[in-house]
C-alpha cells in the first residue's frame, strides 16, 4: 500500500509541475528619469517580456542603445504603448524604428497611443527619409480595452497631466486550476492527450460520455496584473484602475519638498504614489520617473516606505520577476 501510496504522491507532484502553467512574466526598466535624462537614468522606457512577447511602455529617446544592454533583441514579437506626446515618453520612438530597419527587422510592430501618434511618426518618417523594412500599423487608444488575446488583457486608463496621458494595464486571465490525476482516473480518463485537454481546461469525451474539466480541477488561479502609470496626478479612477495589482509602476517625479510643483505641473509625489497603491491594495509598488534635481533617492524613500511598506526605486536595468499569487505560497 505504502508503494502505491508514494507513486500516487510522485504522480501528483509532478502532474501539479506539468500543470501549473506557468509563464515567465518579468519587467524590465529601460530609462527611469523624468524629462531630462541623467549620467544613470536614460528617458521613460519600460520593457514587459511575456513568453517572449514584448510589451514596450514609452519610448525615450536612445531607447533603442538600451536593447541589447537588456538583451532584447529588436526582431522579437513586439508591441508598445505610449503613455502620452511629451518628448521624454515617445521622441525615442524613433530612433528605434530606425535601428529595427537597420537590422532588418521583419516581424510586423503596432504602436499604440494617444492621438496625435499617428502624425508624429509618419511626419517624422517622411522627413528623416528612411524606409522601414517591417509592417508597420499605428492605432489610437481609447479609455477601455485595447488588446485582448487567448491569455490577456491591455486595458487603458485616462490619468490627469498636462495632455492625454494613459496609464496602462496588463492583466492576464485566469489560468485553468490544479489538476486532480486520481479524479481523473476515477472517471477512466485514460492518462495521455486527454489528461493534458482536460488540465487546459477543455472537455474530452469518453464512449460517448462527456467529460467537464470542472470535475477534474481546482478552483481557477488567478492571472497577474501589472499597472504602469505614465505621467499624472494621483486620481479616483486611476486608484479603481490599479486596483489589485501584483506590481503597480507609478510616476514619483517629486518628494515632499516640491509637493506644490507636483500640483502644479500635474506630477506626483512618492508620498501620493505610495498613498494611492495603499489604498488600491497593490502587492509592490515601483517608483519610477524622478526628477533631474534628486541625485540621490535612497535617503527620501522613508516619505512614502511608510505608507506602501513593499517598494522600490527603480533604476535602469532593474529586473523585476513578477510570480502568479499562488506561486508564492
Ligand atoms: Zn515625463
Ligand atoms: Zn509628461
Given at each position: 500500500m505504502g508503494g502505491i501510496y508514494l507513486s500516487d504522491v510522485l504522480l501528483d507532484v509532478f502532474k501539479h509541475q506539468r500543470v501549473l502553467l506557468l509563464t515567465d512574466l518579468k519587467l524590465i526598466f529601460l530609462g527611469t528619469s523624468a524629462s531630462v535624462p541623467t549620467i544613470h537614468r536614460g528617458?521613460?522606457?519600460?520593457?514587459?517580456?511575456?513568453?517572449?512577447?514584448?510589451?514596450?511602455?514609452?519610448?525615450?529617446?536612445?531607447?533603442?542603445?538600451?536593447?541589447?544592454?537588456?538583451?532584447?533583441?529588436?526582431?522579437?514579437?513586439?508591441?508598445?504603448?505610449?503613455?502620452?506626446?511629451?518628448?521624454?515618453?515617445?521622441?525615442?520612438?524613433?530612433?528605434?524604428?530606425?535601428?529595427?530597419?537597420?537590422?532588418?527587422?521583419?516581424?510586423?510592430?503596432?504602436?499604440?497611443?494617444?492621438?496625435?501618434?499617428?502624425?508624429?511618426?509618419?511626419?517624422?518618417?517622411?522627413?528623416?527619409?528612411?524606409?522601414?523594412?517591417?509592417?508597420?500599423?499605428?492605432?489610437?487608444?481609447?479609455?477601455?480595452l485595447v488588446v485582448e488575446t487567448r491569455d490577456y488583457f491591455i486595458k487603458a486608463c485616462i490619468g490627469q497631466h498636462r495632455m492625454k496621458n494613459f496609464v496602462y494595464s496588463l492583466e492576464e486571465k485566469d489560468r485553468p486550476g490544479v489538476f486532480n490525476p486520481k479524479a481523473a482516473k476515477n472517471l477512466k480518463v485514460p492518462e495521455g492527450i486527454l489528461w493534458s485537454k482536460l488540465q487546459k481546461g477543455e472537455s474530452v469525451e469518453i464512449n460517448g460520455k462527456i467529460i467537464n474539466p470542472n470535475l477534474v480541477l481546482g478552483p481557477s488561479r488567478k492571472g497577474r496584473k501589472i499597472v504602469i502609470s505614465g505621467d499624472t496626478r494621483p486620481t479616483p479612477t486611476i486608484k479603481r484602475f490599479i486596483s489589485g495589482a501584483d506590481l503597480a509602476v507609478l510616476e514619483s517625479t517629486y518628494f515632499d519638498d516640491h509637493q506644490e510643483k507636483a500640483k502644479e505641473n500635474l506630477h506626483m509625489t512618492a508620498r501620493e504614489a505610495a498613498q494611492m497603491a495603499s489604498e488600491a491594495d497593490v502587492n509592490q509598488l515601483a517608483l519610477t520617473h524622478f526628477s533631474s534635481r534628486y541625485d540621490d533617492i535612497a535617503p527620501l524613500l522613508s516619505q512614502a516606505q511608510d505608507i506602501h511598506p513593499n517598494l522600490i526605486v527603480a533604476e535602469d536595468f532593474l529586473v523585476l520577476n513578477i510570480q502568479y499569487p499562488d506561486e508564492k505560497v
Open positions: 528617458l521613460s522606457s519600460v520593457a514587459v517580456l511575456r513568453d517572449g512577447e514584448l510589451f514596450l511602455f514609452d519610448a525615450g529617446e536612445g531607447v533603442q542603445r538600451s536593447f541589447p544592454k537588456a538583451k532584447i533583441g529588436f526582431n522579437r514579437k513586439m508591441s508598445i504603448f505610449i503613455s502620452h506626446l511629451h518628448g521624454d515618453h515617445c521622441v525615442g520612438l524613433l530612433g528605434l524604428l530606425q535601428t529595427m530597419s537597420m537590422v532588418q527587422r521583419d516581424k510586423p510592430l503596432t504602436v499604440y497611443g494617444p492621438r496625435g501618434l499617428i502624425g508624429f511618426i509618419r511626419n517624422n518618417i517622411r522627413s528623416l527619409k528612411f524606409g522601414l523594412t517591417f509592417p508597420l500599423e499605428v492605432k489610437i487608444v481609447r479609455e477601455g
